[in-house]
């Protein structure tokens, strides 16, 4: 099972950008009048989300939440908006033409980087402690669980 972290542009068209625990893009698409169905059909097909993103601070849409309930992800907004002049900057480093995809994509980049040191923090820990499945620790730690309990766990569970 992968782990990923979704981006998720609404409007006439939809996209979705999914990342893995890493920070590389797995799968990106848009579709006009996409709809609930399909941008969960399209997640599900890229992984198991832990992140829902937008690019909007306080407006997350109606659709975006009834995706999210959908997995029982955490959401993610970004403290302010996101500016044009920052997506647009963005999407040419990138190479991202289509707008609706540039915008799911920041958003779930947006969220990825604001959990970067932690995830990292978790990799260097599972390393050192030879914990097999570093993106299923990640996934809990993001879920809320410390990685000590997350470590505790697996080895109350070897006894």
């Given at each position: 099972?992968?782990?990923i972290?979704?981006?998720?542009?609404?409007g006439?068209t939809?996209?979705?950008a999914?990342?893995?625990?890493?920070?590389?893009l797995?799968?990106?698409?848009h579709k006009?009048n996409?709809?609930?169905?399909?941008?969960?059909?399209?997640?599900r097909?890229?992984?198991t989300?832990?992140i829902?993103?937008?690019d909007?601070?306080?407006?997350?849409?109606?659709?975006?939440?009834?995706?999210?309930a959908?997995?029982?992800?955490m959401l993610?907004?970004p403290?302010r908006?996101?500016?044009m002049?920052?997506?647009?900057?963005?999407?040419?480093?990138?190479?991202?033409g289509?707008?609706?995809?540039?915008?799911?994509?920041?958003?779930?980049?947006k969220?990825?980087?604001?959990?970067?040191?932690?995830?990292?923090?978790v990799?260097?820990i599972?390393?050192?402690n030879?914990?097999?499945?570093?993106?299923a620790?990640?996934?809990?730690?993001?879920?809320?669980?410390s990685?000590r309990?997350?470590l505790?766990?697996r080895?109350?569970?070897?006894r």
């Amino acid at each position: 099972m992968t782990h990923i972290i979704v981006g998720i542009d609404t409007g006439k068209t939809s996209a979705v950008a999914c990342i893995d625990l890493d920070g590389n893009l797995l799968h990106i698409a848009h579709k006009r009048n996409g709809g609930i169905k399909w941008i969960v059909d399209s997640i599900r097909n890229a992984g198991t989300p832990i992140i829902i993103a937008n690019d909007k601070h306080a407006r997350t849409s109606s659709l975006i939440k009834k995706v999210n309930a959908s997995f029982c992800a955490m959401l993610y907004t970004p403290e302010r908006d996101i500016s044009m002049y920052a997506k647009r900057h963005f999407a040419r480093r990138m190479s991202i033409g289509n707008p609706h995809e540039r915008d799911a994509y920041i958003s779930a980049r947006k969220a990825y980087n604001a959990h970067a040191n932690k995830l990292n923090q978790v990799e260097r820990i599972a390393r050192k402690n030879n914990f097999a499945d570093i993106d299923a620790m990640k996934a809990k730690v993001i879920g809320r669980h410390s990685a000590r309990e997350v470590l505790e766990n697996r080895n109350a569970n070897r006894r």
